[in-house]
Nanobody, 121 residues
Framework: VQLQASGGGLVQAGGSLRLSCAAS????????MGWFRQAPGKVHEFVAA????????YIADSVKGRFTVSRDNAKNTGVLQMNSLKRNDTAVYYC???????????????WGQGTQVTVSS
């Protein structure tokens, strides 16, 4: 399984960014694609997840109302839309897949390479 994340960058506070994650090599169903972020000196923080089969979304309270998650099953791609970005959203964002507990990083089997999101004031 390979996950290719894209879409990070530098944005001013209040702006928006859209992250995509294309998954290849998923041989069967039941996967959830999750998004985590890691700021310097901190552990992975759950941000959002979506069932690739049923499309059910999960959003962390810290970003609820600002971030949304969706998927394009035809392309096995997950999308994290981030609006009203704040400086403390600055982190490296990772996509990953699991067939288990969606909010726990340790349950994810495959990870993308990470993409930097920097929010300036």
């Amino acid at each position: 399984v390979q996950l290719q994340a894209s879409g990070g960058g530098l944005v001013q506070a209040g702006g928006s960014l859209r992250l995509s994650c294309a998954a290849s090599g998923l041989t069967s169903g039941g996967y959830t694609m999750g998004w985590f972020r890691q700021a310097p000196g901190k552990v992975h923080e759950f941000v959002a997840a979506i069932g690739l089969s049923d499309g059910r979304p999960y959003i962390a309270d810290s970003v609820k109302g600002r971030f949304t998650v969706s998927r394009d099953n035809a392309k096995n791609t997950g999308v994290l839309q981030m609006n009203s970005l704040k400086r403390n959203d600055t982190a490296v964002y990772y996509c990953a897949t699991t067939r288990s507990t969606y909010w726990r990083a340790s349950t994810y089997d495959y990870w993308g390479q990470g993409t930097q999101v920097t929010v300036s004031s």
